[in-house]
């Protein structure tokens, strides 16, 4: 019997590489107990095949997977892959043969937080040696953009969301969400990664979804592709209009992609059909 391929992509949700960092991760697939599986994990271009096994099972909210001999390599990898700077070809993690003992089983899926950006993830999982960096003349000026764009009014805040730099965008959107939106995808500026996290949130209205599907040029970016798919607010509509764009292969991995809404992937079913794919 073939064993089973989960597929995770970490592009477009960063806590799902810090669970794989710390050992594990939790899937919405019900497996069966036990059961060696291969996670493919993408991000982007770049894709890897990564050991794990089955230690829990939860019937109605999905699996828990071990990884086969999480050693600080493939951690790192792990990372880097999840960072974007894992190259362009394929990254293979050979199997160990002693795995780690497996985690008793947990009641609850893992909390859902807000996903990490490729710095954070990195700061996080990998401890620096550093010291203090309280010198750091980089952190310095964020922590001064911070606290320069705290306590605006609201006219303030839309002002600087459409004129304003990349790092006072940034920093902006973190502290008054979903007030600055529109106010950003106006911003002439803006960049890819920045539509992509505000196309990310759940809470984005169906008006401004629509102007991020109605802008060609936005949708020719994968990140922002792959963060529109994810939203479960994207409408029918919307969402044949995003697919329409994917190449065959990553249509194939869209009708898989556990990552993204049923609608999604039942679209994406139904499109390779008509492809004949």
């Given at each position: 019997?073939?064993?089973?391929?989960?597929?995770?992509?970490?592009?477009?949700?960063?806590?799902?590489?810090?669970?794989?960092?710390?050992?594990?991760?939790?899937?919405?697939?019900?497996l069966?107990?036990?059961?060696?599986?291969?996670?493919?994990?993408?991000?982007?271009?770049?894709?890897?095949?990564?050991?794990?096994?089955?230690?829990?099972?939860?019937?109605?909210k999905?699996?828990?997977?071990?990884?086969?001999?999480?050693?600080t390599?493939?951690?790192?990898?792990?990372?880097?892959?999840a960072?974007?700077?894992?190259?362009?070809?394929?990254?293979?993690?050979?199997?160990v043969?002693?795995?780690?003992?497996?985690?008793?089983?947990e009641?609850?899926?893992?909390?859902?937080?807000?996903?990490?950006?490729?710095?954070?993830?990195?700061?996080?999982?990998?401890?620096?040696?550093?010291?203090?960096d309280?010198?750091?003349?980089?952190?310095?000026?964020?922590?001064?953009?911070?606290?320069?764009?705290?306590?605006?009014?609201?006219?303030q805040?839309?002002?600087?969301?459409?004129?304003?730099?990349?790092?006072?965008?940034?920093?902006?959107?973190r502290i008054?969400?979903?007030?600055?939106?529109?106010?950003?995808?106006?911003?002439?500026?803006?960049?890819?990664?920045?539509?992509?996290?505000?196309?990310?949130?759940?809470?984005?209205?169906?008006?401004?979804?629509?102007?991020?599907?109605?802008?060609?040029?936005?949708?020719?970016?994968?990140?922002?592709?792959?963060?529109?798919?994810?939203?479960?607010?994207?409408?029918?509509?919307?969402?044949?209009?995003?697919?329409?764009?994917l190449?065959?292969?990553?249509?194939k991995?869209?009708?898989?992609?556990?990552?993204?809404?049923?609608?999604?992937?039942?679209?994406?079913?139904?499109?390779?059909?008509?492809?004949?794919?």
């Amino acid at each position: 019997m073939s064993q089973r391929t989960v597929v995770l992509d970490l592009a477009s949700n960063h806590q799902l590489a810090r669970d794989l960092v710390a050992g594990g991760v939790f899937v919405p697939d019900v497996l069966r107990l036990g059961d060696d599986v291969t996670l493919l994990l993408q991000s982007g271009d770049t894709m890897a095949e990564v050991p794990a096994r089955v230690v829990f099972v939860d019937a109605t909210k999905g699996s828990g997977l071990q990884l086969v001999g999480c050693d600080t390599d493939m951690k790192q990898r792990i990372i880097a892959l999840a960072s974007g700077m894992a190259g362009p070809a394929t990254v293979a993690f050979d199997d160990v043969d002693d795995p780690p003992p497996e985690p008793a089983p947990e009641d609850d899926a893992p909390e859902v937080t807000e996903p990490l950006t490729p710095e954070e993830l990195a700061e996080n999982a990998l401890p620096s040696d550093d010291g203090d960096d309280e010198d750091d003349p980089d952190r310095k000026l964020a922590l001064n953009v911070h606290e320069r764009l705290r306590n605006l009014t609201v006219v303030q805040q839309l002002r600087i969301a459409q004129k304003g730099e990349v790092s006072e965008r940034i920093v902006l959107e973190r502290i008054y969400g979903k007030t600055v939106w529109e106010a950003l995808l106006r911003n002439p500026r803006i960049t890819g990664p920045e539509v992509a996290r505000i196309a990310r949130m759940g809470a984005l209205p169906r008006t401004q979804m629509e102007v991020i599907v109605g802008n060609g040029a936005w949708l020719q970016i994968p990140e922002v592709r792959r963060a529109l798919l994810s939203n479960p607010r994207l409408g029918t509509d919307q969402i044949l209009r995003v697919l329409r764009l994917l190449p065959k292969h990553e249509l194939k991995l869209a009708s898989m992609q556990t990552a993204y809404p049923v609608a999604v992937r039942d679209a994406a079913k139904r499109m390779l059909r008509e492809l004949g794919g």
